[in-house]
């Protein structure tokens, strides 16, 4: 299985100096493997500790921090040889060690030519962290782009990689991203889709199915465990509701989440903002601020926490906690079902840098999404599901605000690459238009 950022990480391994390499993310979306089988193959050889799975490992940072004599002791208590030059050292679920996280930052000091690279599910909710002394990353869930490499389908992967605009090209993708719109982005989802590729329809679905009822599973357990001081009803609560509300829209966008009737006896923001900044840290969710009027770069000025739409990670998980068949999910090919449409092209984006993101209102005119270019130009994005792409809200939003650019994605095969100020391509593009048209981070 192919993974994108594996590019920055080789980056990062061929500088002369570097920081210590911190990989955060939601669990099982594939950190260890991204970081021991691909990243793995450019060293001569990988140690690799889980405080997880290994917790006496804590023992290798209890006396001192000098990577020195952490090296020593990792040697030590794992039997095995560690070259500071040509090997590299992970530091798997390091949130289970907090020692092993302030060590992060002596090895950036002291150590500056060594390969460490760390990985953790609760990165976010850490006491203390060594600011400015790691290179972090998010791993997302597998991207459509991702999931095309997956299928290993060469032809049709060169076609998506070069925003191919023709009707054989889009029959085939949009097929596949309905297809991605059943399975999501976990890994174990989508290696298991592949992988019983010859078996039938339904045992390949009932298999996904499973796995996503056990990832469910481990994160509602996991709040439980996790969730510290922030109380875990709340947070089960919010996570259980985002899908519930998402759900409610028909035909239009996504609406502000509703604290009302979320949980027993709360009813307000700040009621919830501490089991939304929980599930955030935890890569649960995904935040989109609506605005209004005129918007201008930084987008960031708009942001009111108490005004918010909330997203869920991952879209196959969506259909999951939703009940939605796989059946469902090809057949009516979502013309009533914008809020999936729109979740994937959060988490697009999303997988892009593109986060939190922002989305514009004016009395009944929504644009489901507007963003930055590099040259600080607000582009609106306007999301539409199925066929129909006739979009008075963004000609609302022309009208007041003038915008030199428009996208709108849709479930068509869009318009000409030469159309230029008012483009409309298909939903699987989605990726393209942030690497294309915007800049990555507000």
């Not at 459509?144 to 299928?151: D, G, P, V």
């Not at 709360?266 to 599930?279: H, M, N, P, Q, V």
């Not at 090809?330 to 999936?340: A, L, M, N, T, V």
């Amino acid at each position: 299985m192919r993974r994108s950022r594996i590019n920055r990480l080789i980056e990062w391994k061929e500088k002369k100096t570097r920081k210590p390499l911190l990989i955060d993310g939601a669990r099982q979306t594939g950190k260890t493997y991204l970081l021991q089988r691909l990243f793995g193959k450019y060293f001569d050889n990988v140690l690799r500790i889980d405080f997880l799975e290994s917790p006496e490992m804590a023992d290798a940072f209890a006396d001192s921090l000098t990577p020195e004599d952490i090296i020593s002791n990792i040697e030590l208590l794992t039997n095995k040889v560690f070259n500071p030059s040509t090997d590299l050292l992970i530091l798997d679920e390091i949130g289970e060690c907090q020692r092993a996280v302030t060590s992060l930052k002596y090895f950036a000091e002291k150590a500056p030519t060594m390969y460490v690279a760390a990985s953790g599910s609760n990165i976010g909710l850490l006491n203390s962290f060594p600011v400015g002394k790691v290179e972090q990353y998010n791993l997302r869930p597998l991207t459509f782009y991702e999931f095309l490499l997956a299928s290993g389908e060469t032809p049709l992967i060169k076609a998506f990689e070069k925003a191919t605009n023709s009707l054989p090209v889009h029959n085939k993708l949009f097929d596949k991203l309905t297809d991605y719109y059943f399975t999501g982005g976990m890994p174990e989802a989508v290696d298991t889709w592949f992988a019983l590729k010859d078996q039938s329809i339904l045992d390949r679905v009932q298999a996904v199915e499973n796995i996503h009822k056990n990832l469910i599973t481990g994160y509602t357990r996991d709040f439980g465990k996790y969730s510290g001081k922030v109380d875990a009803g709340l947070i089960e609560s919010v996570f259980n509701n985002v899908p519930s509300q998402l759900a409610a829209v028909i035909d239009e966008s996504v609406k502000r989440f509703k604290f009302k009737e979320v949980h027993e006896r709360k009813s307000r923001y700040g009621d919830f903002e501490s089991a939304i900044t929980w599930l955030d840290k935890c890569r649960l969710i995904l935040k989109n601020y609506p605005t209004e009027g005129t918007p201008r770069s930084p987008l960031a000025a708009y942001q009111k926490d108490n005004k918010i739409k909330l997203f869920l990670f991952d879209v196959g998980l969506l259909n999951n906690m939703l009940g939605i068949s796989y059946k469902e999910v090809k057949q009516q090919g979502f013309e009533y079902k914008g809020y999936i449409a729109e979740n994937f092209v959060q988490q697009e984006f999303a997988a892009q840098e593109l986060d939190p993101t922002f989305s514009w209102g004016d009395a009944r005119a929504e644009i489901e999404f507007i963003a930055t270019d590099q040259q600080g130009r607000i582009i609106p994005i306007e999301v539409k599901s199925g066929k129909r792409t006739r979009a008075k809200s963004l000609q609302s939003y022309i009208n007041k605000c003038q915008p030199h650019k428009t996208i709108k994605l849709t479930g068509t095969q869009g318009s000409s690459a030469l159309e230029k100020e008012q483009l409309v391509l298909p939903l699987y593009y989605a990726q393209h238009v942030v690497t294309q048209h915007l800049k990555s981070t507000q």
